[in-house]
T-cell receptor, first 117, second 117 residues
Framework: AQKVTQAQTEISVVEKEDVTLDCVYETRDTTYYLFWYKQPPSGELVFLIRRNSFDEQNEISGRYSWNFQKSTSSFNFTITASQVVDSAVYFCALSASGETSGSRLTFGEGTQLTVNP | DTGVSQNPRHKITKRGQNVTFRCDPISEHNRLYWYRQTLGQGPEFLTYFQNEAQLEKSRLLSDRFSAERPKGSFSTLEIQRTEQGDSAMYLC???????????????FGEGSRLTVL
């Protein structure tokens, strides 16, 4: 069975602060995929990033960066210089090797990020 | 708009009534997924189709739930004899699974919110 834990239910920061969203996962599969999705108030989940279990390189995309560490089963997400538009619920998700087509994503419970002006 | 479209966006019904939701995926996508999301939780997988074939169903999908994708394009999710516990956001997503590299990206619609009184 797979499990994703996002221990931070809510985070509130002031604009321009850096913020890190934590994600810890559990799986018995050796091949798996990790994702982050953003859910703004409109409700539509927006894909942010995918990593596979063999690629532990960290990734940076603009103000977003991701730190994948297999040793601690973590896939943390950092927003640098946060902006009000970053306010949303962020979900970490896992897809195991038996579902490489993404047929079943296991989501964490989400972290509500509020960026105050 | 070429994204995933869901209708209706909101549905209020009385307990015991039947409801049906429709999802129109991105046209070239051959995979279609249904997820359910309750307040403060992450989405939970219900079922998915590849073309018109329903390939996987979650244990969450009780006998009162049925999903179809008759022509491999749009899909419907019907809930019979609704219960208050069925109140949730029902999310549809689509993706393309082919000979190209796996991306894992699901494109989500804005969801259909069900309230059972």
């Amino acid at each position: 069975a797979q499990k994703v834990t996002q221990a931070q239910t809510e985070i509130s920061v002031v604009e321009k602060e850096d913020v890190t969203l934590d994600c810890v996962y559990e799986t018995r599969d050796t091949t798996y995929y990790l994702f982050w999705y953003k859910q703004p108030p409109s409700g539509e989940l927006v894909f942010l990033i995918r990593r596979n279990s063999f690629d532990e390189q960290n990734e940076i995309s603009g103000r977003y960066s991701w730190n994948f560490q297999k040793s601690t089963s973590s896939f943390n997400f950092t927003i640098t210089a946060s902006q009000v538009v970053d306010s949303a619920v962020y979900f970490c998700a896992l897809s195991a090797s038996g579902e490489t087509s993404g047929s079943r994503l296991t989501f964490g419970e989400g972290t509500q990020l509020t960026v105050n002006p | 708009d070429t994204g995933v479209s869901q209708n209706p966006r909101h549905k209020i019904t009385k307990r015991g009534q039947n409801v049906t939701f429709r999802c129109d995926p991105i046209s070239e996508h051959n995979r279609l997924y249904w997820y359910r999301q309750t307040l403060g939780q992450g989405p939970e997988f219900l079922t998915y189709f590849q073309n018109e074939a329903q390939l996987e169903k979650s244990r969450l999908l009780s006998d009162r739930f049925s999903a179809e994708r008759p022509k491999g394009s749009f899909s419907t999710l019907e809930i019979q004899r609704t219960e208050q516990g069925d109140s949730a956001m029902y999310l549809c997503a689509s993706s393309y699974s082919g000979t190209g590299p796996y991306t894992g990206e699901l494109f989500f619609g804005e969801g259909s919110r069900l309230t059972v009184l």
